[in-house]
């Protein structure tokens, strides 16, 4: 009765050598027949309790599904048996597999596309969603007003008929994101790229150049982390890069692995590009969350709460209204704790006036500090 299950039969199996091998202990074997015998009968017993062998390709994953269902139907009625698998089976479940992206690239795809507000939608859509091979398919979407370019410098939007289709030639030459074989970049000695003369003085540190220190970016890394985690409510999971030039901090944001999705948006395209070149010599890409976007930092392209935590590194003097970035920033914020932390120069604002535009934004918990000689960081929370 015991050995008529499959269960009983596997405990028998375990229980049975434990028994015999104390009972042997006690009473030694007193011939080599006996030792023989008792040998051969645990061996029996084991092999007796191992279950039916089945074929690996039906052990687990999609394959063994389809092609599952595929044989079911040729099986013969009451056989109950598990068909062998035939070239065609495989090829069609081969076929089936290749056909559907994997869950996990177009869950995060999903994810990026369904903050970014309905106008931008479907170009969002376009760029950020799954090609043939299953994988995100990693274009630059432009979020931008058509015909329109802005000026950093002169801190003035340029329109002109001819820019229609500069836009038009740059969406056209834009390619996927790719991915490339062999072993990663040591990320810690990654350096940004500097636009001007300007950058390379005021990159966060005061009268020394970006490109003298290897990681200029760790001290604002640790201090952003350290704001964005004191989150009462919950776990930031949505993430802002605004005005992320070649997305360095974006990158970094994304391999910490505390955002599940990172937007890296600027209004140069060009450093977009290199941004994006950046990464894939890293090896980080989209289904990691990282996402890149031409955008307007006055007009961000998102539904109203879709983000939790916002980066904007040495921005707010560069745009032309700096009020109407920050509600910009304030409406994109999720509104039961989302928090921002901006850094500009000492030279552009002082701290009253910073703190005056983040509460004429909305938003109701705001600090000034002094990370390094010559900056200002603004902290604000949405509350």
């Not at 028998?12 to 028994?19: D, E, I, K, L």
């Not at 597999?97 to 996990?104: C, G, L, Q």
């Not at 970049?185 to 005021?202: F, G, H, K, Y």
């Not at 997305?247 to 937007?263: D, I, K, P, Y």
Request: aromatic residues 8%; hydrophobic residues 45%.
């Amino acid at each position: 009765v015991i050995l008529g299950s499959s269960g009983g039969c596997a405990a028998f199996a375990a229980m049975v050598p434990h028994v015999l091998t104390r009972r042997a202990s006690r009473h030694r074997c007193r011939s080599g027949l006996d030792a023989l015998s008792f040998s051969l009968l645990v061996a029996l017993i084991s092999r007796c309790a191992q279950p039916p062998r089945f074929p690996s390709t039906f052990a687990t994953g999609r394959l063994a599904r389809v092609a599952r269902s595929g044989e079911a139907a040729k099986q013969p009625a009451g056989t109950g048996g598990v068909a062998k698998p035939t070239a065609r089976t495989l090829a069609a479940a081969t076929a089936a597999t290749a056909a559907a992206p994997p869950a996990e690239a177009t869950a995060v795809a999903d994810v990026a596309v369904s903050a970014v507000a309905d106008e931008w939608s479907a170009e969002a859509q376009r760029c950020w969603s799954c090609g043939a091979d299953g994988q995100v398919i990693g274009l630059i979407p432009e979020m931008w007003a058509t015909g329109r370019e802005y000026d950093s410098q002169s801190k003035r939007y340029i329109e002109a008929p001819a820019l229609v289709k500069m836009a038009a030639k740059a969406v056209e030459a834009d390619r996927p994101w790719e991915r490339l074989q062999g072993e990663k970049r040591d990320v810690e000695a990654t350096i940004p790229s500097l636009a001007t003369e300007e950058d390379r003085t005021i990159w966060y540190y005061a009268q020394k150049e970006a490109r003298d220190t290897a990681d200029v970016t760790r001290k604002d890394y640790a201090m952003a982390m350290h704001w964005f985690n004191q989150q009462a409510h919950q776990r930031p999971r949505s993430m802002l890069d605004l005005g992320c030039g070649d997305a360095l901090m974006a990158r970094r944001f994304v391999r910490s692995g505390h955002f599940e999705t990172v937007f890296g948006l600027d209004c140069s395209r060009r450093q977009l590009e290199q941004g994006r070149k950046s990464a894939e010599a890293e090896g980080t890409i989209p289904e990691d969350g990282l996402f890149l976007a031409r955008a307007d930092a006055q007009a961000l392209p998102f539904k109203e709460g879709q983000i939790d935590a916002v980066w904007w590194g040495l921005g707010i003097h560069v745009v032309q209204d700096a009020a109407a970035a920050l509600k910009s920033i304030f409406s994109t914020l999720r509104p039961d704790g989302g928090r921002m932390i901006a850094t500009t120069p000492m030279a552009q604002f002082d701290a009253k006036s910073l703190e005056k535009l983040a509460n004429e934004a909305g938003f109701a918990k705001v600090a000034v500090k002094v990370p390094r000689p010559g900056v200002f960081a603004l902290l604000a929370e949405r509350l």
